[in-house]
């Protein structure tokens, strides 16, 4: 079955830290590029980070750069986000995409709050 699917998310105080999970499956993740998307209600999606198929480049959205980390291991199929020093306006549910296949996962929900 070829799909994305996103795990990691969940409740944090602001300052905290989440470790965000993409698995792929079904297609050739090694030759695709992959990004994380995020989405708040009323707000549209919004791009927050790429990873190129090999690694070598990234890039990220001005408003996480410094604090989110994208990472990937093709040997397990997988694509991370590390999210630190988090904020209240990181509140959102987060997507995973492949991007060659414009395949997206069904996203994960990271809410910051006291």
């Known amino acids: 079955q070829v799909q994305v699917v996103e795990s990691g998310g969940g409740l944090v105080q602001p300052g905290g830290s989440l470790r965000l999970s993409c698995a792929a499956s079904?297609?050739?993740?090694?030759?695709?590029?992959m990004s994380w998307y995020r989405q708040s209600p009323g707000k549209e999606r919004e791009r927050v980070a790429t990873i190129a198929a090999t690694g070598g480049t990234t890039n990220y959205a001005e408003s996480v750069k410094g604090r989110f980390t994208i990472s990937r291991d093709n040997a397990k199929n997988t694509v991370y986000l590390q999210m630190n020093s988090l904020k209240p306006e990181d509140t959102a549910v987060y997507y995973c995409k492949a991007v060659q296949f414009n395949l997206w996962g069904q996203g994960t929900q990271v809410t910051v709050s006291s």
């Open positions: 079904g297609f050739t993740f090694s030759t695709s590029v």
